[in-house]
């Protein structure tokens, strides 16, 4: 008689709110994947079962399957790090649960579909249920709102954290009413790819559909603003004069543009960049015209990366030597200048604009201080970002020097049932001792929306994410892990003047950021280190040796 060794569910989840129901087995189709012996513990492969690709995965002696391409923008995760239980994206750091096939951290929002797997006589085979045999994600199962269950969770800001914490709170039964607010015209989109592919239509961003926020009984309220909290009350007014009960609510308004300061700033053609229709403009009033961007930072390198090949010509003001010059160091900085530089962006470096001139209202000229006067048609600053807190003044919701709402590890503010989340917040990280830091990054803004909706839900829950971050210019992606504040010294494996480099960020002897370019799987593979509360010391980074990176 033949042996079955191990076997993973590859069913579909039932929601966890209600009781599974009997039905008939789905059809499947069976693929014999490889031989036993082809994986040893720790590995992963691609496999195809009917054209459709899987990633075969062996942990501690049993075989599990599921979807072989990240969630999040469809990367190949057997290029990926597979550590005990889950695998993490090589491009942006997402991971999932090799069994369940559950997102484990973000970025991203769905899970990866699972499968049977069966071994038997020496062989392995894979099988799918025919009417998923073309799906490479999975909508984890969801509950709705239930009539006459009198209780709302109110979502301030329409961003990432909020949409992760509705969801989460459904995923977890949550029955009462969910409403989210944001001042935006879109529901939730993907806004980092605003900066770096800037005509998109709006169906291409769109991170959910009416439809499922429908199904799943979470209101989204475009085009209002809070405009105050009453915590006493339990209560927010919005900008149309409406007050909005609440049971618990999260703020997670995240940051706008910091806009310019000096004379002119008022001129028709200067833009900041905030929404989709920010975006859009800003690539329709380029097109074939003088740009001038102001702000060597991730935004504002990243705008005029896209419009090199789109505008008559591009130039870039920046105050320090080189773009990125205290986050990446001078070096990385000089490299990215370079790359730019060979698309004729013009850089204006270690200068400020002191004025904008105008003719007829709109943008002719920007006049630096070290005397050059640059001819422009439009001007973007990319020059930082502040908080947007001013709603709370008069609350008593607590907020830091620079106006960030400081929350504990669970992402709760001083006041009872009101958390916080996201780009608006200042948070304690682990990884850096509990240090309270504001950390502007997609994927760390998922994850606070997370804890936020299980502690709602009276499940303790601490965010212990590690921070993880990317920026795209002409095509080729940066990756960053860790926080690299205060950093005195690079460590460099590859060489960056060939655009194929791994960096070590050290502060008092120790690896505390990493950054690549064409180094793939290294940054997810610290990513994971530092996860698992492991230090790495600069000897470490210093040796030839970097087999400590294949843990």
Known sequence: ???????????????????????????????????EADLQDGQMKEVTV?????????????YSAVGSQCSHYNAPLVKGVLVGGRVRCPFHGACFNVRTGDIEEYPGLDCLPSYKVKVEDGKVYVSINKKSLKLTRRVKEMSSMVPGVNHTVLLIGGGPASLVCAETLRQNCYQGRIVMVTKDTLPPFDKPKLSKAMNLDSSDILLRSSDFFQQYGIEVWTQKEAVSVNPPDKTVKLSDGTLQHYDQLLISTGCRARPLSCPGWDLKGVKLLQSYEDAKEIHRSCLGQRA?????????????????????SVAMVGTAGRPYEQSL??????????????????????????????????????????????????????????????????????????????????????IPDVFGAGDVTSFPLTIRGDQRVNIGHWQMSQAHGRVAALNMLKKPTKIESVPFFWTVLLGKSIRYTGYGEGYTEIIFKGNVEERKFLAFYIKEEVVVAAAS???????????????????????????????????
Request: some cysteine; hydrophobic content about 40%.
């Open 1 to 35: 008689m033949s042996r079955v060794r191990s076997l993973s569910s590859g069913k579909t989840v039932m929601n966890p709110c209600q009781e599974p129901g009997q039905g008939e087995e789905p059809e499947e189709v069976t693929g014999l994947v490889c031989q």
């Open 329 to 414: 160091g001078p070096e990385i900085g000089k490299m990215t200048m370079q790359m730019l530089e060979e698309q004729n962006v013009k850089f204006h470096m270690n200068d400020r604009v002191t004025e904008i001139r105008g003719e007829n209202g709109k943008v002719k000229e920007v006049v630096l201080k070290s005397g050059t006067v640059l001819e422009a048609d439009v001007v973007i600053a990319g020059i930082g970002v502040i908080p947007n807190s001013d709603f709370l003044a008069g609350s008593q919701v607590e907020v830091d020097s620079r106006k960030a709402v400081i929350v504990d590890k669970f992402m709760r503010t001083n």
């Open 50 to 62: 009917e054209d459709q690709k899987v990633l075969l995965v062996r942990t501690q002696g049993q």
């Open 292 to 312: 001038v961007v102001i702000g060597a930072s991730f935004i504002g390198m990243e705008v005029a990366s896209y419009l090199s090949d789109k505008a008559a």
């Open 517 to 551: 370019l064409m180094f793939d799987p290294a940054v997810s593979r610290l990513a994971e280190v530092m996860a698992m509360g492991q230090r790495i010391t600069k000897a470490q980074a210093q040796s030839d040796d970097l087999s400590w990176l294949q843990m």
